[in-house]
C-alpha cells in the first residue's frame, strides 16, 4: 500500500495514572455478571493477541452516554465489530426492543463476535454482519439512533484519503435527526498534530476537519485515549 505508516496497537490501559485510577474506579463498581466476566475475558484475548477494542474506559463511557439518552435508543450501528467488544457494552445499557446492527470485514473475527456475544446473553438484540461497511451500509433501509465508527480507519484511508469524507457522509445520511455519532481515533496516535506525506493521517485529519464544520452536526472531541468525536445531527 503506498504511503502508510505502521501503527502500533492502542493499548487498551494507558500509563496515564489518572487514567488507571479511573479505570480501578469503574471495576470496583462493577457487579460480577456473566456479561461483565465475558467482557473481561474479551481484555485479556485483545492484549494476548493484539485485537484493537477500546478497552473498558472507551466501552463504559459508549454505554454511559446511551443509556442516559431519552426516549432511549432503540438502533444501534457498531461499525467494525472485531470480536464484539463494544458491541456488548453498549447492548449491556439497551431495552429489550433495541437492535445492534454491528458490521465486520473479517469472517473470522465476527464469527468470534457471534460467540461471545452468545456467551454474554445479547445474541437476541446484536446482528454481525459480515463484509465492507461501503458495500452493507449502503443497503441498510432504516436510519440509527446511534453510531459507533470504529473501523481502522488509518489502514485503509492509506488507499484514498478522500475515503474518510465518504465514509463521513455515509454515517451522516444512515443518522436519525438528534442521533449521536461516535468516531474513534481522531487523533492517529498523536500524528494528527503536524502535516503528515503518509495518506492514512491526511484521511483522519480530513475526516477531523469535516466533521468539525459540518452542518448537519454539532461535535465534541474529547480528549481522551486516541480522540473520540461525540456528535449530534442537528438537521
Ligand atoms: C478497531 S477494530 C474495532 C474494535 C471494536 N469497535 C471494539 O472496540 O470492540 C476495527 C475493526 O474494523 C474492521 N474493519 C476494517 N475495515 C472495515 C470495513 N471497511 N468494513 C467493516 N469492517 C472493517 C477490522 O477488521 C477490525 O476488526
Redesign the pocket.
Known amino acids: 500500500m503506498m504511503n502508510q505508516i505502521a501503527l502500533p496497537i492502542i493499548p487498551q490501559v494507558s500509563d496515564d495514572l489518572l487514567e488507571q485510577y479511573s479505570l480501578q474506579m469503574l471495576k470496583l463498581g462493577q457487579s460480577d455478571t456473566p456479561l461483565q466476566r465475558v467482557l473481561r475475558e474479551m481484555e485479556e484475548i485483545a492484549e494476548t493477541e493484539s485485537i484493537?477494542?477500546?478497552g473498558a474506559l472507551e466501552?463504559s463511557i459508549l454505554a454511559g452516554l446511551i443509556a442516559m439518552r431519552h426516549p432511549p435508543i432503540r438502533q444501534v450501528l457498531?461499525?467494525?465489530?472485531?470480536?464484539?467488544?463494544?458491541?456488548i457494552w453498549m447492548a449491556s445499557v439497551l431495552g429489550k426492543d433495541a437492535h445492534i446492527t454491528s458490521?465486520?470485514?473479517?469472517q473470522k473475527?465476527a464469527a468470534r463476535a457471534q460467540e461471545f456475544i452468545r456467551r454474554a446473553g445479547v445474541d437476541h438484540q446484536v446482528e454481525v454482519i459480515v463484509?465492507?461497511?461501503?458495500e452493507?451500509l449502503p443497503r441498510q433501509n432504516k436510519n440509527f439512533d446511534v453510531i459507533?465508527q470504529?473501523?481502522?480507519k488509518h489502514?485503509?484511508f492509506a488507499r484514498d484519503p478522500q475515503l474518510a469524507i465518504e465514509l463521513l457522509d455515509l454515517c451522516v445520511s444512515h443518522l436519525a435527526l438528534d442521533g449521536l455519532l461516535f468516531t474513534?481515533n481522531a487523533f492517529c496516535q498523536g500524528r494528527v498534530l503536524e502535516p503528515s506525506e503518509y495518506n492514512q493521517v491526511k484521511g483522519i485529519q480530513t475526516y477531523n476537519q469535516t466533521i468539525a464544520r459540518h452542518t448537519q452536526l454539532e461535535s465534541l472531541l474529547l480528549p481522551f485515549r486516541d480522540g473520540l468525536w461525540f456528535s449530534r445531527r442537528l438537521i
Open positions: 484493537p477494542i477500546v466501552g457498531d461499525i467494525g465489530t472485531a470480536i464484539g467488544y463494544s458491541a458490521i465486520e470485514l473479517d473475527r463484509g465492507d461497511v461501503f452493507i459507533f470504529d473501523c481502522m489502514v485503509y474513534d
